[in-house]
């Protein structure tokens, strides 16, 4: 307490030796000021907590809204072309992180169609030139199994579309040796 101030204060004496002599440095500041920065630091405190929330808070819903939603939109629509639904279409977001990745997974969706397209397209003409054939064809394993057969072998055998047959139990003992030759 200052008599002559007639407050507190809060006082700071510092020794400072020189080439003249030994000097005392003394700074008094009152209470009041101390009292006010530390409520001005408080303030601040508190307004940069509110800050760091606020932030905290923008960049989650900005996530979940530009990031997570669509990243599992997509992981839907991938389960659902793994599981063989080719023609799952594939939001593709307008802008932000998951535009890239969802193109390309769009990207590859549509070649895939594309190349399984091509192949059936490919087997079903295979199919068709194995079946028109007037020669009977059957494509058996060593153990003389028939795996596959075109109509004329199915009409020369006796045979159904998912009818098991062993070349061995044909009835002529010597089609299976002259197959495997």
Request: no cysteine.
């Amino acid at each position: 307490y200052s008599g002559s101030l007639n407050q507190w204060m809060i006082y700071h004496a510092v020794l400072l030796k020189t080439d003249h002599g030994n000097f005392v440095l003394r700074s008094a500041v009152t209470t009041d000021q101390v009292f006010q920065v530390l409520r001005m630091a408080k303030t601040n405190v508190f307004l940069a907590l509110l800050l760091g929330v606020a932030l905290v808070g923008f960049l989650t819903s900005y996530i979940i809204v530009h990031v997570r939603r669509p990243l599992l939109a997509l992981q839907g629509t991938v389960g659902s072309i793994t599981r063989g639904d080719l023609d799952t279409s594939i939001p593709v977001p307008p802008r932000g992180i998951v535009r890239e990745l969802a193109s390309g997974v769009s990207e590859m969706a549509d070649r895939l169609r594309d190349q399984l397209s091509q192949m059936t397209g490919e087997r079903n003409e295979k199919e068709a030139v194995f079946n028109a054939m007037t020669e009977a064809v059957l494509l058996f394993s060593p153990n003389g199994d028939v795996q596959k057969f075109n109509q004329a072998a199915g009409k020369l055998f006796g045979l159904q579309p998912n009818s098991r047959f062993n070349l061995a139990r044909s009835g002529i003992s010597e089609l299976l040796p002259l197959a495997r030759n």
